[in-house]
């Protein structure tokens, strides 16, 4: 079974310094990881996604995030936080062999000005 | 519009009624998927929809829930009989193709609360 972990239900941190964003998961075969954003009284934003290839992936908005296989992550991160970015995160988990995407619980970043 | 649609946008109804919720997917795009989300919590994974079939409904809570896609592009989720604990909001998201590669585009929601 897929599962998706975001150990942090809310994450601070001031503007302009860098924030990640950290999300674990578990899948049987090659996954395929999502980072979604959502604002408030809006639908989920796609930001970017992991497939295969280049374990760093960039996406909307000046955010990557990095997989890694052997710890099975796959954390959100931007150089230099805004107001802005303050929404609720979801990252999600597809088996390559599988219909299924689970979400995880969703962190909320708050960035400070 | 360019993005997926979901009306209506609020729903309330008394317990025991039913309800119908409909989402209008992006032009052209082959899967349809039905999430449900509470408060506090990530999107529920219901059902999905490659084409006109359901190619995986193994998310239905329970046989009260049941979805269509009649002719592979508008889709309504019906709930029978609902129940205070059916309160959610309910998502619908399509991509382009089924590979499980693309990424999701998702509506805005509706919110459901059964009194």
């Known amino acids: 079974a897929q599962s998706v972990a975001q150990p942090e239900d809310q994450v601070n941190v001031a503007e302009g310094n860098p924030l990640t964003v950290k999300c674990t998961y578990s899948v049987s075969g090659n996954p395929y990881l999502f980072w979604y954003v959502q604002y408030p009284n809006r639908g989920l934003q796609f930001l970017l996604k992991?497939?295969?290839?280049?374990?760093l992936v960039k996406g909307s908005y000046g955010f990557e995030a990095e997989f890694n296989k052997s710890q099975t992550s796959f954390h959100l991160k931007k150089p230099s936080a805004l107001v802005s970015d303050s929404a609720l995160y979801f990252c999600?988990?597809?088996?390559?062999?599988?219909?299924?995407?689970?979400f995880g619980p969703g962190t909320r970043l708050s960035v400070l000005p | 519009g360019a993005g997926v649609s979901q009306t209506p946008s609020n729903k309330v109804t008394e317990k025991g009624k039913y309800v119908e919720l409909r989402c209008d997917p992006i032009s052209g795009h082959t899967a349809l998927y039905w999430y449900r989300q509470s408060l506090g919590q990530g999107p529920e994974f219901l059902i999905y929809f490659q084409g006109t079939g359901a190619a995986d409904d193994s998310g239905l809570p329970n046989d009260r829930f049941f979805a269509v896609r009649p002719e592979g592009s508008v889709s309504t989720l019906k709930i029978q009989r609902t129940e205070r604990g059916d309160s959610a909001v309910y998502l619908c998201a399509s991509s382009l193709l089924t590979s499980g590669r693309n990424e999701q585009f998702f509506g805005p929601g509706t919110r459901l609360t059964v009194l």
């Open positions: 992991y497939i295969t290839g280049d374990n």
């Open positions: 999600a988990v597809r088996a390559n062999y599988g219909q299924n995407f689970v």
